[in-house]
């Protein structure tokens, strides 16, 4: 009764490549989140989706596509891979968008681009 | 923008000694503020919050929190800390709605 998932836990791609990160979260929550933890720990928004539209798209390349079909799912498609988008990506959710709502985060995927 | 800073980055304790993590922000007004706790190979679980009212926050696991806004400061702290509180650390503010903004973190090593 995992409450946010994420698939794959671990990926590991070529330079170039195109891949995606599915995230899905069974507490009924509204909201929706990316998050990048880079190799320092530093955790930064990408984007956050509000009952299936998209509230938050921070300076992100293009290149990162979130797709939210239902307010369960939001997935991440990473085209042509770079080098810098190692990291690991976390997924989150919340009741809504007031700034009192707690996220909910899960367990991360470690994208590893040779 | 609404900033916030952990000066530690990395803090060692011996298991049973008091623990104090400091978190420092840039926020106008009263801010909400939150402690979250990342350990190893996990996501990030809620410790505490703070939103308004008593300035002494209750969390999980033994954790309090005490917002000092003439400080500008929420600094975390536990009285005994155990093994199992090893782990990453962060502070983090909102920043607009639920655009969270956090700190860099503080890496908890529990000696034993």
């Known amino acids: 009764d995992t409450a946010v998932s994420q698939t794959p836990k671990y990926l590991v791609t070529q330079m170039g490549n195109d891949k995606s990160i599915k995230c899905e979260q069974n507490?009924?929550?509204?909201?929706m989140y990316w998050y990048k933890q880079d190799s320092k720990k530093f955790l930064k928004i990408m984007f956050s989706y509000n009952n299936k539209e998209l509230i938050i798209n921070e300076t992100v390349p293009n290149r990162f596509s979130p797709k939210s079909p239902d307010k369960a799912h939001l997935n991440l498609h990473i085209n042509s891979l770079e080098l810098g988008d190692s990291a690991v990506y976390f997924c989150a959710s919340s009741q809504g968008l007031a700034a009192t709502d707690t996220q909910y985060f899960g367990p991360g995927t470690r994208l590893t681009v040779l | 923008a609404q900033s916030v800073t952990q000066p530690d980055i990395h803090i060692t304790v011996s298991e049973g000694a008091s623990l104090e993590l400091r978190c420092n922000y840039s926020?106008?007004?009263?801010?909400?503020l939150f402690w979250y706790v990342q350990s190893p190979g996990q996501g990030l679980q809620l410790l505490l919050k703070y939103f308004s009212g008593d300035t002494l926050v209750q969390g999980i696991k033994g954790f309090e929190a005490e917002f000092k806004r003439s400080q500008s400061s929420f600094n975390l702290r536990k009285p005994s800390v155990h093994w199992s509180d090893a782990a990453e650390y962060f502070c983090?503010?909102?920043?607009?709605?639920?655009?969270?903004?956090f700190g860099p973190g503080t890496r908890l090593s529990v000696l034993p």
């Open positions: 983090a503010v909102p920043s607009g709605g639920q655009n969270f903004v």
């Open positions: 926020y106008g007004a009263t801010p909400y």
């Open positions: 507490l009924g929550h509204d909201t």
